[in-house]
């Protein structure tokens, strides 16, 4: 297990997409980008999250959301509607769990992710939190796949912080049904993403005014580019490494 205590890193970074839109409630903020009509990223606390509330009772609302996604959608899509801050986390009150199902807690996550490995995750930290509090941050990284009027990640990622604010997961999931997960260092996730987070507990990064924006979209789409071709080389079978596994 790594953990990084250094939460101030120097490297280079896109400018955030315009018209970002925080979303905030008593489980999580959410910060939402109109330009995807999806969620960048949520940012929640955890602490012996868990429960036996009834979530079928419960269906994703807009909110007093502008340009979120709708049921219209998603049908036919073959996603599924994936949280971000997790139903279950907050299955011990009703009240909260509700607010999770909003539009602008979820994005499109392939059914086998969002069932599979997706959720396996959500599980074994969950059961952590049992012990600690945890700070968790997930979002997704976008790419040209729509539905709807809605954008598809390519990639979804997940931070989880202890409660020293040490780093114990950076973690990269394809959105495909390949039910990969892929550890890698929090400065290659800041450089992939395409936005830069602004929230009170995330990590902080410099904007390096030297580098132009074309030499940076160059550095994103060239780190993309090499997690792209990792994934395509694991699941053909044909490299193996351990950072990147379909287990825990």
Known sequence: ????????????????????????????????????????YVVYDLFQGGGDCDRSQFHFKNGDCEGCGTYQDYEGSGYDRGHLCNAED???????????????????????LNRGIWKKWETK????????NLTIICGSIFGNTVIGGIAVPDYCWKLV?????????????????????????????????????????CPVAF????????????????????????HALLTAGIVTNPPISKEF
């Open 125 to 132: 930290i969950r059961m952590e939190s049992q012990e600690e």
């Open 161 to 201: 912080y202890d409660s020293y604010g040490g780093l114990r997961y950076c973690l990269l999931f394809p959105n495909d049904g390949s039910g990969i997960v892929q550890q890698i260092e929090l400065s290659d996730l800041l450089s992939i993403l395409g936005y830069s987070l602004d929230c009170d507990k």
């Open 1 to 40: 297990m790594r953990s990084t205590v250094a939460l101030i890193l120097c490297i280079f970074y896109l400018n955030s997409p315009a018209q970002v839109t925080k979303y905030a409630n008593v489980v999580y903020t959410a910060y939402f980008s109109k330009e995807y009509h999806e969620p960048l």
């Open 207 to 230: 904007f390096n005014p030297g580098i132009n924006t074309v030499a940076l979209e160059a550095i994103s789409m060239h780190m993309r580019h090499i997690f792209r071709a990792m």
């Open 90 to 112: 907050e299955a011990f009150d009703c009240d909260r769990e509700e607010l999770t199902f909003r539009y602008y807690n979820c994005v499109p996550q392939a059914r086998r």
